[in-house]
């Protein structure tokens, strides 16, 4: 089944611990986001790589770390920094130059901190 | 700066009725509008983008720069439309920094 997977799709963590959540994707596309979904606040960007070993900051980064060692896989570290981190977080793909422009996206990660 | 905003947070229609949701958008430039749809356990789907000015499952929107709107409508709304619906813009042209900006999302129910 190819597309983007996510894991874990639910994780519970004690306050001051640092998470990493999963982003893995088998559609060959460039460019890979990480997004947060709160109820009422609609998809919040955080971070976003458009090629291999580089990224930039979303809207809201403070207190989330990203690395993009591999084409396939954009994991997001939620680090003790980030004040609320229980979320739903959405990571994305989009195949770039000569694309659609079209995101596709992962079934989520629940992070609840305890 | 890009900004997306839809007005309604919940949207309750019976089935057969028109519905719309509605979506204004500020961006300087030249923008691409989508509208992405979440139904229950599935994931976020693109639905349809201006560009395409194409119909999917009944839906439309068309354009208006000049109200810079994208207004998303379907004549007759069925239950299975029940859904989270997002509008979405970003820069006309791809290339470096494409950052997609949603709105807050609509949470459309059709009764039966």
């Known amino acids: 089944d190819g597309g983007i997977t996510q894991s874990p799709k639910y994780l519970f963590r004690k306050e001051g611990q640092n998470v990493t959540l999963s982003c893995e994707q088998n559609?060959?596309?460039?460019?890979m986001y990480w997004y947060r979904q709160d109820p009422g606040q609609g998809l919040r960007l955080i971070y976003y790589?458009?090629?291999?070993?580089?990224?930039q900051k979303g809207d809201i980064a403070e207190g989330y770390s990203v690395s993009r060692e591999k084409k396939e896989s954009f994991p997001l570290t939620v680090t003790s920094a980030q004040k609320n981190p229980t979320a739903f977080y959405l990571c994305?793909?989009?195949?770039?130059?000569?694309?659609?422009?079209?995101?596709?996206f992962g079934e989520g990660s629940r992070l609840t901190v305890l | 700066a890009q900004r997306v905003t839809q007005p309604e947070k919940l949207l309750s229609v019976f089935k057969g009725a028109p519905v719309e949701l509605k979506c204004n958008y500020s961006?300087?430039?030249?923008?691409?509008l989508f509208w992405y749809v979440q139904y229950s356990r599935q994931r976020l789907q693109l639905l349809l983008r201006?560009?395409s000015r194409e119909s999917i499952k009944g839906f439309t929107a068309d354009l208006n720069k000049g109200e810079t709107s994208f207004h998303l409508k379907k004549p007759f709304a069925q239950e299975e439309d029940s859904a989270m619906y997002y509008c979405?813009?970003?820069?006309?042209?791809?290339?470096?920094?494409?950052?997609?900006?949603f709105g807050k999302g609509t949470l459309l129910t059709v009764n039966p």
């Open positions: 994305a793909s989009r195949k770039d130059r000569g694309g659609s422009g079209e995101l596709f």
């Open positions: 559609l060959n596309h460039d460019a």
């Open positions: 790589s458009q090629i291999v070993n580089d990224f």
């Open positions: 961006y300087s430039g030249s923008p691409e």
């Open positions: 201006h560009i």
């Open positions: 979405a813009l970003s820069r006309a042209s791809g290339g470096s920094n494409y950052k997609l900006t």
